[in-house]
């Protein structure tokens, strides 16, 4: 049964109020300039023994440069696991910070670079280390199971990692050995795993700026538009979003979702970075962008994330000119960060699992 947060910890189970930024407008670049920034990134990239490693939600420019010049583009698991595999001594994170310190984090030896070390995630603003190691202190009897999207001190607090492509296995894991569960720091995310698995979880109050925003009476009135539509959903939408669902998944399983469903429209409720390559995977078929705040358009983030945004091909040139933007991770505290983070690696290669086919999950109760 889900566990109610008590009024008494009401205030250690919730971050800070998170300042939304305004994301950066670059300067518009003709073809012809895009294409001579690319083609000096790639030399630079292979000059510096360098591999671009970046997230779906980020510019088409940098996914698109990542594959030509043998990095990669993924989820947050795979993210990880293709910096450990790489050979390349320097790893170029275009994504957000928790995806960087989690590269350094496995790859100590290895030099990590951002194109903004400003880039966050409201999930980890959201869960300060020293509240949420206060939190864990006051439930000694649950095992702590954090979500990437934290900070490397959070991490170190916690006994497992989890993506948003592994949570549910692992969850069902440690639920068939009886645990009891302390998540953080995504609320909707550790609602949908609780529902799922029947798990005890006892959940910090995190969200996602991003996802926060779809909503699900507006996504009712689309579904209408769209009877033919099948829904596509990552799990860190609210609940009423996540019911109307045919498929929910991280990044690369709503991708792979998106070219294996044989309907001819998708409902896309993510970031909309990941439209270049759903496109690419599911050519010829309608994606339709979920809709984020319905009459009134009060969204903060219109489903795009204002610190993916922070990356571009202007300051991932900048940084492998300066290398000023690195990760660096205390090494007492990589110690005890590294262990969690481990145990999913070694999880999900016991599972064989890469992130497709992951577990899509049909979601919808009608
Ligand atoms: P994925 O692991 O599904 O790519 O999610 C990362 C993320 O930050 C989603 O908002
Ligand atoms: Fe964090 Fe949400 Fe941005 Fe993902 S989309 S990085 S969860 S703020």
């Known amino acids: 049964m889900p566990t109610a947060i008590p009024e008494s910890l009401r205030d250690h189970a919730t971050g ?34 360098a591999v671009l490693v970046a997230h779906y939600y980020t510019d088409a420019d940098l996914q698109e440069l990542a594959e030509e010049t043998g990095g990669c583009v993924a989820d947050s698991l795979e993210m990880a696991r293709f910096g450990s595999a790489s050979p390349a001594n320097t790893l170029v994170v275009c994504g957000v910070r928790f995806m960087g310190e989690t590269a350094k984090i496995i790859n100590p030896e290895k030099r990590v670079l951002m194109p903004d070390l400003a880039a966050t995630c409201s999930l980890d603003e959201g869960c300060p280390p020293d509240t949420f190691t206060d939190f864990c202190d006051r439930h000694p009897d649950r095992t702590v199971v954090v979500y990437a999207n934290t900070g490397v001190r959070v991490k170190a607090r ?30 909707h995310l550790g609602r949908y795993i609780e529902r799922m698995t029947g798990a005890d979880m006892l959940l910090w109050q995190g969200t996602c700026v991003v996802h926060e925003e779809f ?5 009712e009135g689309v579904r ?3 009877p033919d539509a099948a829904v596509l959903v990552h799990p860190e939408s609210p609940a009423d979003v996540v019911e109307q669902a045919d498929v929910v998944g991280s990044t690369a399983q709503l991708i792979d979702a998106a070219s294996r469903l044989p309907n001819p429209k998708l409902i896309v409720a993510t970031d909309q970075g990941i439209f270049w390559k759903m496109r690419c995977s599911a050519p010829g078929k309608k994606l339709i962008a979920a809709p984020t705040a319905g009459i009134g358009a009060t969204c903060e983030s219109c489903a795009h994330c204002p610190w993916m945004a922070m990356n571009a091909l202007q300051n991932l040139e900048q940084v492998l000119l300066t290398g000023d933007q690195e990760i660096h991770v205390d090494p007492e505290i990589r110690e005890r960060a590294v262990r969690p983070i481990r145990r999913l690696l070694a999880f999900a290669r016991d599972r064989h699992a890469t992130a497709p086919p992951g577990v899509p999950v049909r979601a919808r109760s009608e």
């Open 215 to 219: 909503k699900g009476f507006a996504l």
């Open 16 to 49: 800070p109020r998170i300042q939304v930024p305004q994301p950066p407008q670059w300067p518009a670049l003709s073809e012809a300039r895009k294409d001579t920034k690319k083609r000096r990134i790639a030399q630079l990239l292979a000059e510096q023994d």
């Open 158 to 187: 916690a006994d497992w990692v989890v993506t948003s492509s592994i949570a549910l296995p692992v969850i069902e894991h440690l639920h068939r050995q009886g645990q009891k569960i302390l998540w953080a720091p995504d609320k």
């Open 224 to 226: 209408r538009l769209h």
